[in-house]
């Protein structure tokens, strides 16, 4: 069984930042693409930003460029999102994603519970 925990979401004055992590464990064979998403009650769950299993590819929505970094630690199995100069219009909930091959499955996606980011002065 894989488990997704994120942490390091909460309330942030506009121009703020603050950083996400999402540790993957269990029962893992190997991981794949990572990345983040976000949710509103008002909008469907979107791509923030995704990074290739070795790090050297990422992926970015327009609204977050120059703003928001991908990373992550293989070692440990973990995705940061460090956001910067963060909007009230980022306020939402934001969920981890990893595709994962376990020892007895083939790659699928996983999610995380989802941490809520709230930027509001």
């Known amino acids: 069984q894989v488990q997704l925990v994120e942490s390091g979401g909460g309330l942030v004055q506009p121009g703020g930042s603050l950083r996400l992590s999402c540790g993957a464990s269990?029962?893992?064979?190997?991981?794949?693409?990572m990345g983040w998403y976000r949710q509103t009650p008002q909008k469907a769950r979107d791509l923030v930003a995704s990074?290739?299993?070795?790090?050297?590819?990422?992926n970015y929505a327009d609204s977050v460029k120059g703003r928001f970094t991908i990373s992550r630690d293989n070692p440990t199995n973990t995705v940061y999102l460090q956001m910067n100069s963060l909007k009230p219009e980022d306020t939402a909930v934001y969920y981890c994603?990893?595709?994962?091959?376990?020892?007895?499955?083939?790659?699928?996606?996983?999610w995380g519970e989802g941490t809520l980011v709230t930027v509001s002065s």
């Open positions: 990074i290739s299993s070795g790090g050297l590819t990422t």
């Open positions: 994603n990893a595709r994962i091959a376990t020892m007895t499955r083939p790659y699928m996606d996983y």
């Open positions: 269990g029962s893992i064979g190997s991981i794949g693409t």
